[in-house]
């Protein structure tokens, strides 16, 4: 299951960053199911399994620190028995899922203030906390009209205006990301998720950095909806993620070079706002 995991992650089925930590974290229980003949051999084939894990993609902050957070907590308990250390895992990942879901489902609360009835907005790529705020200002009697984009190469934008589709008061549009500033002047917000906020940059889908920047001359505010956590201030080193050639052009590239990096740095200063499980963060 985890060789699994780490193939999903790596191959980006599991976009959602927090739905990433969460498979990834799940993943981890397997390990309990198994035979080990010391505590010591337990822990180094837990480490070592979150090691692969967390290198599938080291650009996800929430993969990276809860993943940490799992192996540590059992390391450090030093537990006597091998069952003892499989409680553990079972109990740190429970706690780590939890967690996750709750900031999403607090953040995604906190942010349906901002989705006014009968307004028009635009989003990029494919957030589950985005998703979740949608579905939620819905089941308040809220209408919308959402502008998504495909969000190349790996065309996420596609899934959420599919599942979009399918929710009431939604009217869903999907575009190509160049017209993003074609349509912006009708829009009245630009909503996104994030993978991550490390001190005054904005982490996100590749996209993200010229769609704020255009809605920032728009004059159309930008707003950020994601957990607490992901916000942060030191101990991390964001590291981009650069993908097949594949992804952008299937004939061989002859004579030129191909780059598809997965994500772009978005100043803060471009964002109104950053709605978060804990608080809003104006800019």
Not at 119 to 135: K, Q
Not at 138 to 147: Q, R
């Amino acid at each position: 299951m985890i060789d699994e995991t780490v193939e999903e992650i790596a191959d980006m089925q599991t976009h959602s960053s927090s739905v990433v930590a969460v498979k990834a974290a799940e993943a981890l229980l397997v390990l309990t199911e198994r035979e080990y003949p010391t505590v010591e051999e337990y822990v180094r084939t837990l480490e070592r399994n979150s090691h692969a894990l967390r290198r599938a993609n080291p650009s996800h902050a929430s993969l990276q620190t809860t993943q940490r957070e799992i192996v540590s907590t059992v390391e450090e308990a030093d537990d006597e028995s091998v069952a003892d250390a499989k409680a553990r895992t079972h109990d740190v990942v429970e706690s780590v899922v939890a967690r996750i879901e709750s900031a999403k489902e607090r953040a995604a609360e906190r942010a349906v203030e901002y989705l006014e009835d009968g307004s028009t907005i635009l989003t990029h790529d494919y957030s589950s906390t985005v998703l979740e705020a949608i579905e939620r200002a819905v089941d308040d009697g809220v209408s919308l009209e959402i502008y998504c984009t495909e969000a190349r190469p790996r065309y996420l934008g596609r899934k959420l205006v599919r599942t979009l589709a399918d929710v009431d008061a939604v009217d869903a549009h999907l575009i190509a990301d160049g017209a993003a500033g074609h349509f912006l002047s009708g829009t009245g917000q630009v909503v996104v998720g994030m993978d991550c906020i490390v001190e005054d940059t904005l982490y996100n889908r590749i996209g993200t950095y010229p769609l704020a920047a255009t809605a920032n001359d728009a004059g159309v505010p930008v707003r950020v909806i994601g957990a607490e956590a992901k916000m942060v201030t030191g101990g991390f080193a964001f590291e981009n993620e650069h993908r097949s050639a594949s992804e952008v052009i299937r004939e061989p590239a002859d004579g030129f070079a191909i780059e598809n990096p997965a994500y772009d740095a978005t100043p803060t200063r471009l964002l109104d706002a950053v709605v978060t499980d804990e608080q809003v963060h104006d800019f």
